[in-house]
């Protein structure tokens, strides 16, 4: 984690929302005859939805409460009432967060109220109203939620200004953002006093315009020398640069020599950026070495406009703001285009996939599977006689038998643990609700079922 409150990184767990659950119950009325099925069906469970907000410049706070789940819907009620949705749950973020999920950007929040849904809650549960049919008039099952999606985000902040602030430690950038800014950063006498981006809103000949601070960048710092290498990508997003350069050099180099090597750096790091807009300005008007300054770099930058400036007097900063807004007017807002995803023709994703383990364990994976076993109420005789007619219409038990399950083999799907207990086609003219799978019993069930045994042998005895 960075140091400060400044944190442009971080990684989120989300969980939205499980759909409620599906009512059971049935209309019992005095004088009202054959009343039937009038259970409700269960509430949406709530979304997960990322939102731009001005107000924030940091993503501190998601680092340090990164689990974000969304509310639950409530369980169907009788006389075939749903329940209600679970609340949305909104992530606020500051303008510029890219959205990454498994490497793949997913969007980009650059304007104030902007929403992006990132996870979807679950559906709710039928209730048994809903599973009335002329051939089944009196259904005794009512589904489970649908579990809400569970993703693991990267969410990455890259400034959103339109003027960037860049060059070497100590050249003043602080000093002229406190100029033409309410923004306080820290100021002082000695290098790399600003380690964190700082932004500040200027307005000038009736344009409004946000500038960010990047803190200082030293030669190599493409090649991730010193601080200003992971504050280079924030400058990525500015439509403007103003290379703000210190008459007397930095670090044995003199004004030319600096400014060439910023120039480098800047190349390095994204050659996109040697593109930009730019303003060099001279800072310290006031030092002797100032003038000459001015003068040779001027003659070896002709393409940009090279400016003498004092952010600690106010001397040519007007100037300076001046061509600032020149060139902001005619400069478009830069945009991140999301790569779209590519086409695959032809290619259809298995409903199920079966593979047995080193110890003989079937199991049995596939979303549509584990979304079948999670809505169904394992307590409700229908519901799982439903289940077992809906994996023989996929074509599952064939599946399952052409693997060569036998008897008695562990079943592992959808989370939960089954035995197989052979064809489902053999045990359903016996009994229409068997399914072709029990459950596993465990070890306490086995010992009591013993212990029963025993006691049933000493009372006959």
């Not at 002329?134 to 990267?154: K, S």
């Not at 596939?366 to 007619?389: H, P, S, W, Y």
């Amino acid at each position: 984690m960075q140091s400060g409150s400044f944190l442009d990184r971080v990684k989120i767990y989300i969980t939205a929302g499980k759909g409620g659950d599906g009512c059971m119950s049935f209309r019992r009325e005095k004088f009202i005859e054959f009343g039937g099925p009038n259970g409700g069906c269960g509430g949406k469970g709530g979304d997960v939805i990322i939102q731009g907000e001005s107000n924030l410049t940091t993503l501190l706070e998601l680092a340090y409460n990164p689990h974000i789940e969304a509310k639950a819907g409530e369980k169907g009620g009788t006389y075939n009432k749903t329940g209600r949705g679970g609340e949305d749950k909104i992530i606020l973020v500051p303008l510029g967060t890219l959205i990454y999920k498994d490497g793949q950007l997913l969007g980009d929040i650059t304007q104030h109220g902007q929403q992006l849904t990132v996870a979807k809650g679950g559906m709710g549960g039928r209730g048994n109203q809903s599973f009335k049919t002329r051939n089944n008039t009196c259904p005794h099952m009512a589904e489970l939620g649908q579990p809400g999606e569970e993703i693991t985000l990267i969410l990455e902040l890259k400034v959103l200004a339109d003027l960037g602030l860049v060059g070497f430690p100590n050249a003043g950038k602080s000093t002229f953002l406190t100029a033409i800014s309410s923004a306080r950063p820290k100021i002082a006498d000695y290098p790399f006093t600003t380690l964190n981006p700082n932004l500040g809103i200027t307005m000038h000949k009736g344009m409004s315009f946000a500038t960010a601070d990047i803190p200082g960048i030293i030669e190599g710092a493409s090649e991730g020398k010193g601080l200003g290498h992971q504050f280079l990508k924030h400058i990525e997003r500015t439509r403007v640069l103003l290379h703000l350069i210190d008459p007397d050099g930095f670090d044995g180099m003199d004004a030319a020599e600096s400014a060439k090597v910023i120039e480098k750096e800047l190349k390095q790091f994204d050659k996109d950026l040697a593109k930009k807009p730019r303003i060099i300005a001279i800072n310290k008007a006031d030092l002797p070495s100032a003038q000459k300054a001015y003068e040779q770099i001027k003659k070896k930058y002709k393409k940009f406009p090279v400016m003498l400036m004092s952010a600690a007097t106010g001397q040519g900063v007007k100037q300076v703001l001046d061509e600032v807004v020149k060139i902001l007017s005619v400069t478009p807002v830069p945009v991140v285009e999301l790569e779209a995803p590519k086409a695959v023709l032809h290619k259809v994703e298995p409903i199920f996939t079966i593979d047995r383990d080193e110890e003989g364990i079937v199991h049995i994976t596939g979303k549509k599977i584990d979304e079948f076993i999670a809505m169904t109420n394992f307590t409700q005789a229908e519901a799982v006689a439903r289940l077992r007619g809906i994996f023989k219409k996929i074509g599952l038990e064939k599946a399952l038998l052409k693997a060569g399950v036998q008897d008695g083999d562990p079943i592992v799907a959808g989370g939960r643990e089954f035995e197989w207990n052979g064809s489902l086609d053999k045990h359903a003219a016996e009994n229409p609700e068997h399914t072709g799978y029990k459950r596993r019993e465990t070890k306490a069930e086995r010992l009591a079922k013993r212990a029963e045994r025993r006691r049933a042998k000493r009372e006959e005895a």
